[in-house]
């Protein structure tokens, strides 16, 4: 009896784990952060809500997400955001079918065909591509690309989406060439060595292994690419124009919606009107299609991974 009840005496004497001050203390600035993050997605929101409620209060929801004119600074205004979205998407899907292309091309050479030497030359002219203010940018657009493009005959205006979205293509190949990068040098080592031995060429296991291996990052950087694209200000304001129309046509000039909060947020507006309240609107719009993307997204990037061990 005594035996079996000494361990038992020595575990329960044992001295509590001491707590350590500066864990807690590291501890409490992560959850800091992450509140801090959560807290201004928040603010973010409600900011959009309570003006877009009393815009929607005044103007019908159904007229604001259907109609097809929108002139909302006129004297007998009109309020169908429909111009405003599809000027957005045409100008994110031509930058799209620019920037995937070259900066999954990019990726590929940086991960499996460059030596370190041209990857330690490539990857700081990526970074500063990247770091090239907007505004720059879209004057870049304004006053080479548009030109240019008349040069070789394209009968562009002086505004259009064309020229705005060549640039804001190249913008993306940085951030789309990173991310599938990171995706493409997760790979495990055998899964190449695996198809070398099995007789393929560096080609066919970058295509055929390589790429499908890293399919979930590579998704991941066509959402936040286009995600950019969508949500870009600068360059659509300088180089698009403010035109807001339902075309297809890439040389003529458009508006998006992310143009429209920018100019309008800066002019004459009186604060409080329903003309105001239309940028919060258009804002509590792009935050929605913004986030069913992200949504989505995850779901694709989920479906569609690989867990190496």
């Given at each position: 009896m005594s035996t079996s009840a000494a361990p038992l005496e020595r575990?329960?004497?044992?001295?509590?784990?001491?707590?350590?001050?500066?864990?807690?203390l590291v501890q409490a600035i992560l959850f800091l952060a992450a509140?801090?993050?959560?807290l201004t997605t928040l603010g973010i929101v409600i900011s959009l809500l309570i003006p877009a409620g009393e815009f929607f209060g005044e103007v019908s929801p159904w007229e604001f997400l259907t109609g097809t004119t929108w002139t909302p600074l006129f004297l007998d205004g009109q309020f169908g955001v429909v111009p405003l979205i599809v000027g957005t998407f045409l100008i994110s899907f031509l930058s799209a079918i620019i920037a995937f292309p070259l900066g999954v091309g990019v990726a590929i050479y940086l991960s499996e065909y460059a030596n370190?030497?041209?990857?330690?030359?490539?990857?700081?002219?990526?970074?500063?591509?990247a770091a090239i203010p907007t505004v720059v940018l879209g004057y870049f657009?304004?006053?080479?690309?548009?030109?240019?493009?008349?040069d070789i005959g394209l009968q562009v205006e002086i505004f259009n989406a064309l020229a705005a979205s060549?640039?804001?293509?190249?913008?993306?190949?940085?951030?789309?060439?990173?991310?599938?990068?990171?995706?493409?040098?997760?790979?495990?080592?055998?899964?190449?060595?695996?198809?070398y031995a099995l007789?393929?060429?560096k080609l066919q296991v970058s295509t055929r292994i390589v790429v499908p291996a890293a399919i979930s990052g590579i998704i991941a950087a066509f959402v936040?690419?286009?995600?950019?694209?969508?949500?870009?200000?600068?360059?659509v304001l300088i180089a698009a124009g403010q035109l807001a129309q339902i075309t297809f046509n890439p040389l003529s000039s458009i508006e998006t919606m992310t143009a429209f909060i920018g100019a309008t947020g800066n002019g004459d507006v009186p604060t409080g009107s329903t003309e105001y309240k239309t940028i919060f609107a258009v804002g509590l719009t792009l935050f929605v299609i913004t986030l069913v993307m992200?949504?989505?997204?995850?779901?694709?990037?989920?479906k569609y991974r690989e867990i190496y061990e």
């Amino acid at each position: 009896m005594s035996t079996s009840a000494a361990p038992l005496e020595r575990v329960l004497a044992l001295p509590k784990k001491r707590i350590r001050w500066g864990e807690v203390l590291v501890q409490a600035i992560l959850f800091l952060a992450a509140a801090i993050s959560v807290l201004t997605t928040l603010g973010i929101v409600i900011s959009l809500l309570i003006p877009a409620g009393e815009f929607f209060g005044e103007v019908s929801p159904w007229e604001f997400l259907t109609g097809t004119t929108w002139t909302p600074l006129f004297l007998d205004g009109q309020f169908g955001v429909v111009p405003l979205i599809v000027g957005t998407f045409l100008i994110s899907f031509l930058s799209a079918i620019i920037a995937f292309p070259l900066g999954v091309g990019v990726a590929i050479y940086l991960s499996e065909y460059a030596n370190q030497r041209v990857t330690g030359f490539l990857k700081p002219v990526l970074e500063i591509l990247a770091a090239i203010p907007t505004v720059v940018l879209g004057y870049f657009a304004l006053t080479f690309v548009t030109p240019v493009l008349r040069d070789i005959g394209l009968q562009v205006e002086i505004f259009n989406a064309l020229a705005a979205s060549l640039v804001l293509g190249v913008m993306l190949i940085p951030t789309i060439a990173s991310l599938s990068e990171d995706a493409m040098g997760a790979v495990p080592r055998d899964l190449r060595d695996g198809g070398y031995a099995l007789g393929a060429d560096k080609l066919q296991v970058s295509t055929r292994i390589v790429v499908p291996a890293a399919i979930s990052g590579i998704i991941a950087a066509f959402v936040l690419g286009f995600s950019r694209a969508v949500g870009e200000t600068m360059i659509v304001l300088i180089a698009a124009g403010q035109l807001a129309q339902i075309t297809f046509n890439p040389l003529s000039s458009i508006e998006t919606m992310t143009a429209f909060i920018g100019a309008t947020g800066n002019g004459d507006v009186p604060t409080g009107s329903t003309e105001y309240k239309t940028i919060f609107a258009v804002g509590l719009t792009l935050f929605v299609i913004t986030l069913v993307m992200n949504l989505v997204s995850i779901r694709l990037v989920r479906k569609y991974r690989e867990i190496y061990e």
